[in-house]
């Protein structure tokens, strides 16, 4: 169990990094963050962090990353019950709400929520039958400047129907975060879904790299089924 100091920081590294998309340095910590602690003590629990898992550093970098421990961990710390979407995005998927016809609303949120969240969406209304908007903002990240990246997110897509049934039964009806092997899209990304329509029987899922906004697109989700 990480000790106080150290869930700290790992919050703050997790929240830098998915803001930045940069590695996150001790004097960084120290003098954005506004610790108590010493630049040296900082840099000692970054490395305990990294020598236990949670936190990595590219090699041409002094700073930390995140990796997919760490961001388990995050996640699992989050107050899920206190996250609320602001005023005008909740508006806007009430509007969403307003088309006629269940499959045009369930289009009209997905393309909403591309706006509101920056990320791909995944609608899909059965195992058989699927809508995906937003796959720009995907590959727009710089998470995916490599080419052989962007090829080997995209084989993904193409064979998405494949893989979407393993994925169907695990997914319930309050909105959850999935990350590296928690779902079957590529461990380079992580995933918010959750269940949507009267029976349940279509699914809603917010795809982008593990460096995304898992507070912002719970909260989304959140949202949609409070408006359903």
């Known amino acids: 169990m990480l000790e106080e100091r150290q869930q700290k920081l790992l919050t703050l590294v997790v929240e830098n990094y998915i803001t930045t998309a940069e590695p996150v340095g001790s004097r960084y910590l120290v003098e954005k963050a506004g610790l108590d602690w010493s630049e040296a003590t900082v840099r000692n629990e970054l490395r305990l962090l990294e020598v236990e898992g949670y936190l990595t550093h590219p090699h041409t970098s002094a700073g930390r990353i995140p990796t997919t421990k ?73 998470d995916f400047v490599e080419l052989q990246l962007v090829a080997s997110v995209s084989r993904v897509f193409d064979r998405c129907e494949e893989y979407l049934p393993r994925f169907y ?35 809603l899922i917010l795809l982008g790299p593990q460096r995304m906004d ?6 989304l989700l959140k949202k949609v089924r409070e408006l359903m």
């Open 70 to 142: 760490g961001y388990r961990f995050y996640i699992e710390q989050l107050d899920k019950d206190s996250l609320r979407v602001g005023k005008n995005d909740s508006q806007a998927l009430e509007k969403a709400f307003s088309a006629n016809g269940q499959e045009s609303q369930y289009k009209n949120v997905a393309k909403t929520l591309v706006q509101l969240s920056d990320e791909t969406v995944i609608m899909a209304f059965s195992v058989e039958k699927m809508y995906y908007t937003g796959l720009s903002n995907l590959f727009s990240k710089p």
């Open 169 to 203: 039964e695990r997914v319930e009806n309050d909105p959850a975060c999935y990350i590296g092997k928690d779902h079957p899209f590529g461990e380079m990304l992580s995933c918010v879904a959750t269940r949507v329509g009267r029976e349940g029987e279509s699914l």
């Open 214 to 219: 898992y507070k912002n697109n719970w909260a």
